[in-house]
């Protein structure tokens, strides 16, 4: 599983110009499955999703998490995340999961991520979608949940 993680001022999802989903201070997570991901990455990726200190607090940037800042964190799948840019002009996304598997773990980590205390507002699984956000910082990380490729 491999997520790109951006600390937002607000951010919003709108699919066929209707918002899906928005938030205020906290995380866009957008996320990509790989075809050998399962349970336990979802659980790493929802422990480090919550608890990853990239807040500002007691004068040190990097020092709270989004559930001690009280954010929220809007997940968006994005398989794209798996494409292998390595060779040719065209990415291969040979290594990105089913659209079942990859729906079943996208629904199993926003589960997770709730179940932490943390509101958390989605995008639409297949769906083309577009992402606004207001970056914070901006501080943007790569999380993956296991070495690739």
Known sequence: MRAVLQRVKSASVTVAS?????????????????????????AF????????????GDGRLMQRSVLEIGGAV?????????GDCRKGRRPSFDHAASPQLAEELYEALVAALSAQG?????G???????VSLVNDGPVTLLLDSKKRF
Request: hydrophobic residues 50%.
């Open 18 to 42: 209707e918002l899906a989903g928005n938030i205020g201070p906290g995380l866009l997570v957008l996320v990509g499955i790989a075809q050998d991901d399962g349970p336990e990455d979802v």
């Open 118 to 122: 943390l509101p958390v507002a989605t």
């Open 124 to 130: 639409r699984f297949r769906e083309m979608m577009e």
């Open 45 to 56: 990726m929802a422990q480090k999703i919550a608890n990853l200190r990239v807040f500002e």
């Open 74 to 82: 809007l997940v968006v799948s994005q398989f794209t995340l798996l």
